[in-house]
């Protein structure tokens, strides 16, 4: 995700960070833009199969950057005066090893990829990640409930989909974005599917 890095580098006011790593040591980075006081979160990449999140999260930041060098608008919106009031943090990938699986299947997971084998070898309709835990379904919020549902539908073990781990919060990935939101004041959260 150079990406990140060029916007950062290209556009002052844009501010890139590491906030985690992956079960393969990916790194899990942010863009940030404007107040630091009060912060809208946009998220895209949880599963897998969803890049498509990634791609529109970059290209959602890349015209931001446009219209505020440009001192322009988005949706006549002055997003300039926007970001004064109500910062923006936008990470696109959540789940980068799920997403490079799925496109390039269990071999871009290193020490993973017997275990992603064994499991359909994931190329194309995978969604967890690395280790086979959708981190879609590793949040503590009402995990308890859906641990039920994943036994009914049959899934106890690490899945290409909707396994959550074995609590809440096992995966890196899923710490790093709950300890980013537990250490901000953010206003609005959208995760984008």
């Known amino acids: ?6 916007i950062a580098d ?3 006011f844009a501010s890139s960070e590491i906030i985690g790593h992956s079960r393969c040591g990916r790194q899990i980075k942010a863009l940030s833009f404007g107040s630091q006081t009060e912060q809208v979160l946009f998220c895209g990449g949880f599963h897998g199969m969803e890049y498509l999140t990634v791609m529109l999260l970059l290209r959602y930041a890349q015209t931001l950057c446009s219209a505020l060098a440009g001192g322009n608008e988005i949706c006549k919106i002055k997003i300039s005066r926007f970001l004064k009031r109500r910062g923006l943090i936008i990470i696109p990938c959540i789940n980068p090893d799920g997403t490079e699986i ?12 017997t275990l992603i084998d064994s499991l359909g070898g994931g190329k194309g309709i995978w969604q967890a990640n690395a280790a086979g835990v959708d981190i879609n379904h590793n949040f503590d919020a009402d995990f308890y409930s859906l641990k039920l ?22 995966e890196p990935e899923t ?10 004041n953010l206003r609005h959260v959208a995760a984008f599917h």
């Open 1 to 6: 995700f150079s990406q990140i890095d060029a």
């Open 10 to 12: 290209e556009y002052p």
């Open 102 to 113: 799925c496109i390039n299947g269990s071999k871009s997971a290193g020490g993973y990829s």
């Open 149 to 170: 549902k994943e036994n009914a539908a049959g899934i106890f073990a690490p899945s290409p989909t909707r396994y959550g781990g074995e609590r809440p919060e096992s």
């Open 175 to 184: 710490r790093a974005l709950t300890k980013l939101c537990r250490s901000r």
